[in-house]
């Protein structure tokens, strides 16, 4: 019956995306919530609508409501992360309309998912091979500082055609199925809506993207993410629950991380945007198609992906795999030093 629940889960979000995206086009057109290719940082060639994350977040929260009140009561501990969720949706779609400052929009961020953490959407421990690791008064900080990176990777990979939302949908089936094992019902829900969402939302964004998802997606997609992550795998007892999280996150993750890097050797402000993220560095310096870039760095998620499940089962065949995905990654920098 639970497997019924999880199909309809990923079926009901899927085409109430598929249907509302278009939808979220035409409003984006009305607000202002338009992508003008004014520098050359910008892949795309004609104005296009960028608040289309929009019919994935309304998607998302139609299908959880179905799956949860459908002859049962709503779990509670899904409460905070719907309101976060709302907080953060309606942030990205100022930000989509408004451009708003950085700063402004970290507050916001912040805001959010203190709110989440203190309503109890937080890490208590972690699992690690050496046994369990309390946090104690970190939790609330550990938490914060989690999904704020989660929720920042997912807004700064959203640069070429398909790639957030393909990333996304497959790191949700991932923890879905991870969760699945754990036993974390309510965490595999909330998953499988998610990657109905993103994949009926990839239709319209894979290349040539007719519409963006812009904040008020990627900002959405990386905060459910994290909440899933903290709800269904950093509160598992499974020795290896710190791993799993940071391999199915890994490309975001990574590239955000080697972008602060990048940015602070450079004393740049760590929020100017550039030309420097792997998908940048596959279509410009190694002459990719926005579709290739796409599905490389999709597949190489799909193979952290992997090696997540099979570390669960088997850690050092998982850490092999995922060893390989990332000597991968690390050559893409590489050659792209060499070739730009």
């Known amino acids: 019956m639970q497997y019924t ?66 002859g049962g009561a709503f779990p509670k501990e899904c409460l905070p992360v719907f309101i976060g969720g709302a907080m953060i949706a309606m942030l990205g ?82 923890l879905a199925g991870v969760s699945v094992s754990c036993g974390s019902c309510v965490c595999a829900v909330l998953c499988f809506c998610l990657f109905g969402a993103a994949l009926g939302f990839l239709p319209y964004n894979s290349n040539p993207a007719s519409v963006f998802m812009g904040d008020t997606g990627s900002m959405f997609l990386g905060y459910i993410l994290s909440c899933a992550s903290v709800m269904g795998l950093t509160k598992s007892h499974m020795l290896v629950s710190i791993g799993v999280p940071f391999l199915i996150f890994a490309v975001p993750v990574f590239d955000t991380a080697l972008a602060m890097i990048r940015r602070a050797a450079k004393r740049e402000n760590i929020f100017s945007p550039d030309k420097g993220h792997i998908h940048h560095r596959l279509v410009i310096a190694l002459g990719f198609s926005q579709k290739k870039a796409t599905l490389t760095l999709c597949l190489v998620t799909a193979v952290y992906c992997i090696s997540a499940a099979v570390m669960s089962i088997n850690l050092p065949l998982g850490a092999l795999i995922a060893s390989l995905a990332t000597a991968y990654m690390i050559s893409i920098f590489f050659l792209a030093g060499k070739s730009a």
């Not at 995306?17 to 003008?36: C, E, H, K, N, Q």
């Not at 109890?120 to 699992?127: A, K, S």
């Open 93 to 174: 779609a100022v930000d989509d309309i408004r451009a708003l400052k950085p700063t402004v929009k970290l507050a916001g961020q912040i805001t959010a998912v203190l709110f989440t953490a203190y309503a109890g959407v937080r890490i208590d421990f972690i699992g690690t091979p050496s046994g369990i690791i309390r946090l104690g008064m970190l939790s609330v900080p550990v938490t914060v500082l989690w999904m704020l990176v989660i929720i920042n990777a997912f807004n700064l990979i959203d640069g070429i055609d398909g790639l957030a939302a393909g990333t996304a949908a497959l790191s949700a089936a991932a």
């Open 5 to 70: 629940v999880y199909f309809s889960a990923a079926a009901v979000a899927f085409l109430f995306s598929l249907i509302f995206t278009p939808v979220a086009r035409t409003l984006s057109f009305r607000v202002g919530a338009v992508d003008i290719p004014r520098d050359a940082r910008r892949m795309h060639k004609k104005p296009t609508a960028r608040m289309g994350g929009a019919a994935m977040v309304i998607s998302f929260f139609a299908s959880c409501l179905l799956c949860f009140t459908d």
